[in-house]
């Protein structure tokens, strides 16, 4: 008999896709035979005319299926189809019924099926797809991926926990600091726990999984490196908005860390004081205005990397922090990395019941 576990997040971008894709490869691994699916998809992009969620191809490729995407990703959950749902061309029996055959199809012949959740509990709610229901269709146990970085957070862990009720497998908390690390393991797991949720493992934030570097961050970006002798491997994790003055800039720049200033390229003052904080990683200048020589020829000396966009401020910082935030999941690495991550800090066997 095939067992389900539906990985889900409490909140967008918690890394639900990189745990599940690696669960499912230590599983598989370890002799079973494992199936994928995601049945609403909902981190889209256009690939070859059509749009869809990146996740299902990447789980194909890494779990060696042979499924088509029609099977692994029966709803596209993109704007369109929420808009025609709404207006009540979308009915949710028959996408209910056509989720479910896609599943028993893909389920059938395995030992374990990885069902990857939308970005929260709430998602498909409109046509009665919720993560929650989805459980429930799939006769699925939840293993529910959380941030955490203050003890605020609990009541996000919490309330999403009980929307599984007895399907919920535990709690896999994801990419915590070294800051956040000692209150989670000695108030919130116990506080947790005393109330039936079981926490399987608390996984440290690592710089690989949470940024891109310079290069990919440029490549994203369709960007053009103006500084041909300054190394792109640097981690970028955060964005600044360059708005400010130079002199009260400096002070604010100083207190950052790896990240990466976006600002037009005629702002030759900001830019030269980005350069003098250590914790900023690369310049993104916007507008397609090239900077002076003057600019470059510092960033050169100082090996700070300068990008050139065309498109304005506004929709690079859009994009920007959505690269970061698809960043995790992008590559065989990157999903190879959360499998050494799960293996040293979380409870494996008990998650998959050896």
Known sequence: ???TILVAGTADSTGKTAIALALGRIAAERGLSVGYMKPKGTRLQSN?????????????????????????EPVVYSPTFVEQAIRGREDPDELRELVRERFEGLSEGTDLMIVEGARSPATGGIVSL????????????????????????????????????????????????????????????????ERGVTV??????????????????ADELGARVLTADTSTDAYVERFLVGAMSGESALRHLRRTRDAALITG??????????????GVKCLVLTGGLTPSSAVLGTAEDKGVPVLLVRSDTLATIDRAEDVVRSGRTRDERTVSIMEGLLAEHADVDGLLGE
């Open 130 to 193: 919720t993560d929650p229901a989805v459980a429930e269709l799939f006769d699925a146990e939840v293993l529910l991926v959380a941030a955490h970085e203050t003890a605020m957070d609990a009541d996000e862990t919490l309330d999403a926990a009980s929307r599984y009720g007895d399907r919920l497998l535990g709690v896999v908390f994801n990419a915590v600091s070294d800051s956040a690390f000692d209150g989670l393991e000695s108030d919130v797991v116990p506080f947790l726990e």
């Open 48 to 72: 070859v005319g059509k749009t869809l969620d990146e996740d299902p191809l990447l789980a194909r490729e890494l779990l060696d299926l042979e499924a088509e995407m029609h099977e692994l």
């Open 265 to 278: 390229g005629d702002r030759a003052d900001l830019q030269t004081v980005a350069m003098e904080a250590a």
């Open 1 to 3: 008999m095939t067992r």
């Open 200 to 217: 399987y493992g608390t996984l440290p934030r690592t710089q690989e999984l949470a940024g891109v570097t310079v290069a990919e961050l």
